[in-house]
């Protein structure tokens, strides 16, 4: 885990959390060793810290090696458009009340309440 991503996957980042319409804005958490940032978001939405991961496969181990200022409520992005994440993974996170997803399944997680309750629509159907 680190600050192993592409300068263009934070540009990304930061240009849809102020396109989305339940973000009113964010900050930068500075870190010297992970991407954190706060996002405030509308009405009583609580804020959410995400850690954007430089995993290119997310598994246990890197949920056990997380940032320290990940609570509960809190969401891990698998940044990389090429990165996955394990199941044992997201089962983990989900039992600590932390959302653990790609790009997409944050945005659409944004939305909740609770973010870790967000469910892949795949994950969904089964």
């Given amino acids: 885990m680190g600050k192993d ?11 849809r959390m102020r396109e989305h319409s339940m973000v009113k804005g964010f900050q930068v958490i ?3 060793n992970n991407y954190l940032f706060e ?15 430089d995993s290119y ?3 246990v181990h890197d949920y056990l090696s997380k ?5 509960e409520g ?3 992005l698998v940044a990389r458009p090429e990165a996955k994440y394990t199941g044992d993974a997201l089962s983990l996170a989900n039992r600590s009340k ?9 945005m659409s997680a944004l939305s909740m309440e609770n973010v870790w309750m967000h469910k ?6 089964s």
């Fill in 67 to 71: 940032p320290r200022v990940l609570r």
């Fill in 120 to 125: 892949p629509k795949k994950k969904r159907e």
């Fill in 39 to 53: 996002i405030e978001r509308v009405g009583f939405l609580p804020d959410v810290i995400v850690h954007l991961s």
């Fill in 30 to 32: 500075e870190d010297d």
């Fill in 57 to 59: 496969v997310y598994t």
């Fill in 5 to 15: 991503l592409h300068y263009s996957i934070l540009v990304f980042f930061k240009d």
């Fill in 98 to 106: 932390i959302g653990l997803g790609k790009i997409g399944e944050f």
């Fill in 74 to 76: 809190d969401y891990i």
